[in-house]
């Protein structure tokens, strides 16, 4: 009998890509060196808005070392970049690689330069004269449809880009009747991603071949693939292979098919020579998708129990100059839905407005929508239990979904999976020991000092998506995912996935699922993600759905190289396959483990088929798509206890707790570790980070004036869990990577909020809650 | 017009010809080659470009490389010694001090000098020194884990 391999799924593992990483030895995008290169340098629009008249680009064309200057104008036969999620009557604008009519925003690309070193690059696209025509500019958001502003795109009158509803809005007008209601505006600010590792891209056209391989700093390499290839530049898929290598962290904003690499994809083919870019931090700034930035106009009705009867919500939601790739798709399915919350809503109504600016584009952000969605929510529940004066916990309780195991239909689409909110809240409140941090914090209140607690609930749609569903919401993709399972004759395993690693660890938790899954080491097992040439085709990570759409993919190879090998190996004991069953990485005859064979003789056997089953094809390799049948549904409650300093309004994170329900876990210090990130860019946006334009000029443009979270503004945290699995994949898994991003947010502000209370200030519109504007909300207080 | 420049990287003895105005970390990434030293901005806030020279943690974006003829330096490529791993290696390996591992040479090196000043560090001591590198996945719980955990070990070694 075989020997019991250790079960590793579960456990906190260490990772098997560090290595690599802690030697300085990962291969990052830049990092990779091909003979022959150019380098490409942009002219950019300076300009929030400015029509195009004239680009000389000869002097840039003459200087030493230049190899090539492209306009728009060279471009021909190129197509617009595409929007992949189309509403009903969504304006979509043509979006260039380099514009050639107008600049939208600062940073809008018009020419590029190719030249054989970086500098020589640099200082040519110097030379570059573009002569403008300086356009009024519109970059707010609730200025954007305002009677003076200039039209950025002739599609888009007053600039909308889309007008969306969704709810019962007769029903709220009915259920706030005789209701006590509360109104509040909720600026959500726009923040930029800012991955460590700014974008890149490195472009070879082979000319021999006719093959153009891409690496770029992708979170989903072949939907790059796809719409570049396809959409774009019209080369046939075959014909290109986009690497994305180890990537340096997204959080949404290496999703989109940027101007860039379509542009050096493009060149390479020109100049017959590699085209390399990598972003400066001022040019990811620039050009990076945006997230966020909505205004809200939002009403929260109650009884007089406490129990909400109903919620308006009129939305603005920035889109920037162009649409983003799937920048539709955030403030609508991915916000308004998730409206509902943890809570029971008799009605709901979600009016949204899409508007174009002169900004950067605007598209998903860790979270995406979700974020927006419960940041609203647990202020509106603030402001309830305010005008209630009920506890701010309790109010939370009296409101919840009561526990279910298996669907609960919300009254914004969605259908949640399971929960146990109660369990959530019960688990928060007793590791924080919620009536002690009251009772400090009136002790505290007594000798004057302004400490405040901040609770939250949140729940978020991942495991992204079930393609019917999707497709019939306006998305131009589907959103399974691929799992191959490569066995090899002498038992190793390559396992092939469309998931992508940045930052999430594939390389250790799904070596994890696998071992466990085969009864063998870790060690005998390599995961290959980021390669359109390997991998059979894969929609990317994002929307926290690695582990439960890619790792049930891989779970359903698993099983097929497990149904295929038990036909071998009983052929070889010349028993049924009916009667065998697997078991510590061997297939043996059920209830009989001596009598057996091993997998690695299985592998060897499947490849060397001398004695062999009949019709049987040899091999030991299985592919399967997985799509989800449901969204998973995540959910947790989360609190902090802030104190301010009411002479300079700085905020100090005293004490932050998260408990949070990802379903089943495959390493818990992975998901804390994530858990651990999503807080500090909740928190960031909380209380620091913020685009912020000044007549169509980015005056945020860089991590000067950028406020980036450091470690010592940031506590250590405390991370706790319940389990409740999911019913939608076989691994019970839900989704982890975004739950800190969507809960800290209106947890700190929540805190804020409260610890300012004895000043009489019940909300403060706009994040993030910096020195001066908490400082000014003191000031102006004292003054009433 | 180029200069000529003389350094000593990890042991090793280079000698190039360079432009006056090339930047010590593209020296290092492009012309000697060793791209374990990451830019992570412009501005020299993130410190992905951390290293050490003569024992000192410099950001390697904030000087020319010509300012470092004659310097003898270390970077990430150079920490583990006969294929062992340096404590601080180690510690971001157990404690999960990285995700994406874009930040974590100039993090690791940046904890180096900060272990030379302070072997014993406190809690307030780590998030402060670390006030010059920017991370984006951990949100610094687990970095000042692995330092902690690092001071530790390299306690246990004296």
Redesign the interface.
């Given at each position: 009998m075989a020997a019991t391999v250790e079960r590793v799924l579960g456990k906190s593992i260490k990772r098997r890509e560090d290595p690599r990483f802690i030697t300085g030895k990962g291969t990052y995008v830049d990092d990779v060196k091909l003979p022959g290169t150019t380098y490409a340098v942009f002219v950019r629009s300076p300009h929030a808005h400015a029509k195009i008249k004239a680009i000389d680009t000869a002097a840039a064309r003459k200087h030493p070392g230049v190899v090539a200057v492209f306009t728009g104008a060279d471009m021909t036969g190129v197509n617009s970049l595409p929007c992949g999620w189309l509403l009903p009557e969504l304006k979509v604008p043509p979006h260039m690689p380099l514009a050639s009519d107008a600049a939208r925003y600062v940073g809008d690309p018009v020419a590029v330069v190719i030249a054989e070193t970086q500098d020589a690059a640099q200082d040519a696209a110097d030379l570059v004269a573009v002569t403008w025509d300086a356009q009024p500019a519109v970059s707010a958001t609730d200025q954007a449809t305002a009677g003076g502003s200039p039209r950025i795109h002739e599609v888009a009158p007053s600039n909308i880009a889309f007008k969306w509803q969704i709810g019962d809005a007769a029903a709220v007008d009915a259920a706030f009747q005789g209701a006590t209601v509360v109104k509040k505006r909720i600026v959500n600010q726009r923040l930029v991603a800012n991955p460590m590792e700014p974008r890149a891209c490195l472009a070879r056209f082979d000319e021999a071949t006719g093959d153009l391989t891409l690496w770029v700093t992708s979170q989903n390499p072949h939907v790059h693939r796809l719409l570049m290839a396809a959409f774009v530049l019209g080369i046939p898929e075959h014909k290109v292979r986009v690497i994305a290598p180890d990537v340096g962290g997204g959080f949404g904003s290496k999703i989109f098919l940027y101007n860039e690499e379509t542009i050096c994809s493009w060149a390479t083919r020109k100049v017959k020579r590699p085209v390399k870019w990598t972003s400066t931090r001022r040019e990811a700034f620039q050009t990076d998708a945006h997230g966020r930035d909505h205004v809200t106009e939002a009403e929260m009705g109650f009884n007089r129990d406490g129990k909400i009867v109903g919620l308006r919500v009129k939305t603005i939601a920035n889109l920037g100059a162009y649409l983003s790739t799937f920048a539709p798709a955030v403030p609508t399915y991915l916000y308004a839905t998730l409206l509902n919350g943890v809570y029971e809503m008799p009605a709901i109504h979600a009016d949204v407005t899409g508007v174009f600016t002169n900004t950067v584009p605007v598209d998903a952000y860790r979270g995406a929508g979700r974020p927006e969605a419960a940041y609203l929510l647990e202020r509106m529940i603030e402001a309830g239990a305010s005008a209630l004066k009920m506890d701010v916990a309790e109010l939370r309780r009296k409101n919840l979904i009561p526990k279910f195991e298996n669907g609960y239909q919300t009254k914004v689409a969605l259908n949640y999976d399971s929960g146990n909110y109660e369990a959530a809240l019960d688990k928060l409140l007793s590791v924080m020991d919620y009536k002690k941090a009251r009772a400090d914090q009136a002790a505290a209140r007594q000798q004057g000092r302004l400490v405040g607690i901040g609770l939250s609930t949140y729940i978020e749609a991942c495991s992204i998506a079930p393609s019917k569903v999707v497709g019939s919401l306006g998305a131009q993709a589907g959103l399974y995912e691929s799992g191959t399972i490569r066995v090899h004759p002498t038992g190793g395993v390559t396992v092939y996935t469309g998931s992508h690693s940045h930052g999430q660890g594939h390389e250790t938790t799904f070596s994890q699922l696998v071992a466990d899954e085969l009864g063998i080491p870790m060690e005998q097992i390599e995961i290959i993600h980021g390669d359109t040439g390997a991998i059979p085709f894969g929609m990317g990570t994002y929307g926290s759905r690695s582990a439960s759409v890619g790792g049930t993919a891989l779970l359903m190879s698993l099983r097929k190289v497990k149904e295929k090998g038990k036909k071998i190996a009983a052929h070889l004991l010349e028993a049924s396959p009916d009667d065998m069953e697997y078991a510590n990485g061997q297939f043996q005859v059920k209830g009989a483990p001596g009598k057996a064979v091993p997998f690695g003789q299985v592998a060897l056997t499947a490849y060397v088929p001398h004695n062999y089953p009949e019709g049987l094809e040899p091999g030991l390799e299985e592919t399967s798509f997985y799509d989800p049948s449901n969204f998973c549904f995540p959910f947790g409650a989360h609190a902090c206890v802030v104190e301010v300093d009411r002479d300079t309004g700085h905020v100090k994170v005293l004490r932050y707790i998260a408990v949070d329900d990802v379903g089943n876990v495959m390493n818990p210090m992975i998901v804390d570790g994530m858990v651990h990130g999503g807080i500090a860019q909740g928190v960031g946006q909380a209380l620091w980070e913020g685009a912020v334009y000044d007549g169509g000029q980015l005056v945020t443009g860089s991590m000067m004036d950028y406020a980036m979270p450091k470690a010592d503004m940031l506590p250590m945290y405390e991370t706790d869990r319940t389990v409740t699995p999911t019913p939608v994949n076989p691994l019970g898994v839900k989704g982890a990577g975004e739950t800190g991003t969507i809960a800290a947010t209106p947890t700190v502000v929540n805190a804020v909020i409260d610890a300012l209370a004895p000043l009489g200030i019940d909300h403060i519109e706009t994040m993030p809650l910096s020195p001066e504007r908490v400082w000014n909300a003191i000031k102006n207080a004292k003054r009433s | 017009m180029k200069l000529p420049v003389k350094t000593t990287i990890n042991g090793q003895a280079y000698s190039h010809e360079v432009?006056p105005?090339l930047l010590l970390v593209?020296y290092i990434?492009e012309t000697v080659?060793?791209?374990?030293?990451?830019?992570?901005?412009?501005?020299s806030?993130?410190g992905?470009c951390t290293i050490l020279m003569d024992g000192q943690a410099v950001k390697s974006c904030t000087l020319f490389a010509v300012q470092a003829d004659g310097a003898t330096m270390t970077?990430?490529?150079g920490?583990?010694k006969n294929g062992e791993?340096h404590p601080i290696?180690q510690g971001?390996?157990?404690k999960?001090g990285?995700?994406?591992?874009?930040?974590?040479?100039g993090m690791?090196l940046a904890a180096h000098q900060m272990l030379e000043r302070y072997p014993n560090p406190s809690?307030?001591q780590?998030?402060?020194q670390?006030?010059g590198?920017?991370?984006?996945?951990?949100?610094?719980?687990?970095?000042?884990k692995a330092i902690q955990w690092a001071a530790e070990n390299m306690a246990g070694k004296k």
């Open positions: - | 432009e105005r593209h990434r080659g060793l791209t374990g030293t990451h830019v992570g901005c412009d501005t806030q993130c992905a970077t990430i490529e920490l583990a791993l290696q971001f390996w157990e999960h990285l995700q994406c591992g874009f930040c974590t040479p690791i809690e307030e780590i998030r402060h670390l006030e590198n920017l991370c984006r996945c951990t949100g610094y719980h687990n970095i000042v």
